[in-house]
Antibody
Framework: EVQLVESGGGLVQPGRSLRLSCAASGFTFDDYAMHWVRQAPGKGLEWVSGIGRSGSVLGYADSVKGRFTISRDNAKNSVYLQMNSLRAEDTALYHC?????????WGRGTLVTVSS | EIVLTQSPGTLSLSPGERATLSCRASQSVSSSYLAWYQQKPGQAPRLLIYGSSSRATGIPDRFSGSGSGTDFTLTVSRLEPEDFAVYYCQQCGTSPYTFGQGTKLEIK
């Protein structure tokens, strides 16, 4: 059974940092690109960043470029999102998802709230 | 950045009716990289269509996708009660990958 389990979310003050993790199981992790997609409360989906099978970064949304860094550890079947200089507008549910030309499985997400 | 514009914003229909959802791109998108997702309240999105017209595993054949270039369509041939949800299109051909703003399909 495919599983993607996100962790690391929480309440953080503006300007601070947070690191999200996503633990994958049930599939051959290093066969897939991995992505982070977020959804602000009551809003639509926003692709945040993606990373290729061997660790090449596929890109970042303009809204997070220069502040967020994606990485992966194929030995640990995990993907990470380092989020620096957090802003109120980064408040969202962050989903981990897999795929290249489409995202065929999604985790339930981890909630990040940026507030003083 | 490729902007995807979905229409209508909200579609009110009855079970048994046909739904047609549109996704228009600001520049050409390869059909191989256009996908559709369904999201119900409190749930993660679910992949419905990939490659603009291929159904994902387990998706009923009442869902179909079509289109090319800048105009893509998701059709639900005969609505079932469980189909009322929000639908998003997405392009993965050009980074940054982008989603449409969504179409809410509601019961009339």
């Amino acid at each position: 059974e495919v599983q993607l389990v996100e962790s690391g979310g929480g309440l953080v003050q503006p300007g601070r940092s947070l690191r999200l993790s996503c633990a994958a199981s049930g599939f051959t992790f290093d066969d897939y690109a991995m992505h982070w997609v977020r959804q602000a409360p009551g809003k639509g989906l926003e692709w945040v960043s993606g990373i290729g099978r061997s660790g090449s970064v596929l890109g970042y949304a303009d809204s997070v470029k220069g502040r967020f860094t994606i990485s992966r550890d194929n030995a640990k079947n995990s993907v990470y999102l380092q989020m620096n200089s957090l802003r109120a507008e980064d408040t969202a549910l962050y989903h981990c998802t897999k795929g290249f030309a489409s995202f065929d499985f999604w985790g339930r997400g981890t909630l990040v709230t940026v507030s003083s | 950045e490729i902007v995807l514009t979905q229409s209508p914003g909200t579609l009110s229909l009855s079970p048994g009716e046909r739904a047609t959802l549109s996704c228009r791109a600001s520049q050409s998108v390869s059909s191989s990289y256009l996908a559709w997702y369904q999201q119900k309240p409190g749930q993660a999105p679910r992949l419905l269509i990939y490659g603009s017209s291929s159904r994902a595993t387990g998706i009923p054949d009442r869902f179909s996708g079509s289109g090319s270039g800048t105009d893509f369509t998701l059709t639900v041939s005969r609505l079932e009660p469980e189909d009322f949800a929000v639908y998003y299109c997405q392009q993965c051909g050009t980074s940054p990958y982008t989603f449409g703003q969504g179409t809410k399909l509601e019961i009339k």
